[in-house]
């Protein structure tokens, strides 16, 4: 009886952390597309990545759109063309646009990353530059489907679910439940024991003798504050629509 209870409330533990993520998979109306209008993949490449961006944005319930351009067109800017190409395409409203240029606005080849929804936060700036960092070489030697394709992955390594603060909460109280019955069991178990005040009972006389002593340090204690970092790059669209993003010419 005993073990059916503890296994039950192991359980209802894993229950509670297990699933709000879960339910955060969505099976929602995800959209995905590449649509590379500067013809720099072939077929194959183009259909790869579009079955990677489709399985990401199905499993994470979000729109994964992957724009490449030979130029912006009629924007000045890779961030005014990325954001008006997702809000005026019908995708939102979580989702993540990375926009490929071969001339941008500073005459350079570039890479643009938009957000939108939920996607403003779990998929922010730094983690944005961290990613672009790690494709680099590759845009740079024109490698551009290896390099979007590791970009897909970075999207989803970053845009996961998460457990809210209050499920964390409950698996605490559930778990501390846990605690209080199993060591209430083995307490029950120890009726023979008594506490000791000394060690005496337990040193033979004459054992021990004590020829020098001395203090040695063993521990020290470091604190560190945090550089400050901007993350705050949210904007708004021509649309209305809040935007996170980040740029890159190379």
């Not at 590379?36 to 994964?64: H, P, R, T, W």
């Not at 009972?201 to 040695?216: L, Q």
Request: one cysteine or more.
């Amino acid at each position: 009886m005993k073990r059916m209870i503890i296994l039950t409330l192991s359980l209802l533990l894993l229950a509670c952390v297990f699933a709000p993520a879960a339910f955060a998979n969505g099976t929602g109306t995800a959209v995905s597309i590449v649509d590379d209008g500067a013809e720099v993949l072939s077929e194959n490449e183009l259909q790869s990545l579009s079955d990677k961006a489709s399985s990401i944005a199905e499993q994470l319930d979000i729109d994964v759109v992957f724009v490449i351009t030979s130029d912006l067109g009629s924007y000045n800017t890779k961030m005014a063309y990325a954001d008006d190409y997702f809000d005026y395409n019908g995708y939102g409203p979580d989702g993540v646009l990375v926009l490929l240029t071969m001339l941008d606005e500073n005459g350079k080849r570039g890479l643009y990353t938009s957000t939108a929804g939920s996607c403003i936060s779990k998929f922010n700036e730094d983690e944005q530059d961290a990613v672009f960092d790690d494709v680099y070489d590759e845009l740079s030697s024109g490698s551009y489907y290896a390099a979007l394709m590791d970009y897909a992955d970075g999207i989803a390594y970053h845009v996961s679910p998460h457990v809210p603060f209050s499920s964390l909460l409950i698996a605490l109280a559930v778990g501390f439940v846990i605690a209080l019955v199993v060591t209430g069991m083995l307490k029950k178990k120890l009726t023979t024991v008594e506490m000791q005040h000394g060690a005496k009972n337990y040193v033979r006389a004459g054992s021990m003798e004590v020829t020098a002593s001395r203090d040695t340090f063993l521990y020290s204690t470091m604190t560190r504050t945090e550089k400050p970092r901007d993350n705050d790059r949210t904007h708004t669209g021509s649309s209305g629509t809040s935007h996170g993003g980040s740029g890159h010419s190379f």
